[in-house]
């Protein structure tokens, strides 16, 4: 790998050694770290030397002795951490593939009991896996979409990780209803500019509507978000009257960030006062 070979003796090729990555597409992968996760100063140097090394012990001969001796025995654990136990098994069988994804997978959990950052650069490999799949075969972009959505998608979630819940689940709509996936994706380009008109609007409303909260500092920020494909698809197959039809409209998201939980309920009470909720369309979370 690009460090590796820097920084190490050359390690040769496995036997089995799947197809090369360049330095750009390891350094992509890496830099996920710290665009999509908070990360402490002094964690950010080890999690990106091990997710560039990250599947060297598993696609050529590098040891976790030899990345130990070259970078540490923080670098070297995290590695031995994503590395997959049954790296030198490749039976094609559906069932072999699946034992062997659960053994991976508990390794990785045991693992990031002790240290969360195993799991933090396992979600940065499968969110680059993920944004590159286009250039798998349809089996294999189905079947790591399935177990992206059966696996990351809850883990992400029970983490707080949301913006990666959120490009997972929208990465496995693609792949895994890619039909009505593009059907929407089409009605949107067809509306962005409407949209874009829309959004400024409702951002500037709520501006104007709580400047009084913003004024004093009890608003952190507000953020508008347009609703992800995969909750629009939701909501369509959740109305079967509707399939036939056109598919919903996406609905803005207002994202009100309060300086704390008791201002939070003031502003939301303030938001009800002047918009009054509708009978069986609010969500309280």
Known sequence: DLLARTLLPPAQPAPAEQVEETPEALERRARLLWHRVALAPEDIFVMYIAALLHDTVEDTSMTISRIATGFGPTVASLVDGVTKVTSGARSSSAGSRASRSRQDLRKVLARAATDVRVLVIKFADRMHNMRTLEHMPPNKQRRIAEETRAVYVPL??????????????????????????????????????????????????????????????????????????????????????????????????????????????????????????????????
């Open 156 to 285: 992400a979630e029970r983490l707080g990780i949301h913006i990666w819940k959120t490009e997972f689940e929208e990465l496995c709509c693609k792949y895994l209803n890619g039909y009505a996936f593009d059907l929407v994706a089409e009605q949107r380009a067809t509306s962005k500019a409407a949209r874009e008109r829309n959004l400024r609007y409702l951002r500037n409303y709520f501006g104007t509507l709580l400047i009084d909260f913003q004024a004093d500092g009890s608003i952190q920020y507000i953020q508008l978000l347009e609703e992800p494909i995969h909750t629009q698809l939701r909501r369509w197959s959740e109305r079967p009257t509707e399939l036939n039809g056109p598919p919903p409209v996406p609905i803005p998201r207002i994202k009100v960030v309060a300086r704390d939980r008791d201002m939070c309920w003031r502003i939301l009470g303030k938001i009800h006062q002047l918009l009054p909720p509708m009978p069986g369309k609010l969500r309280d979370y």
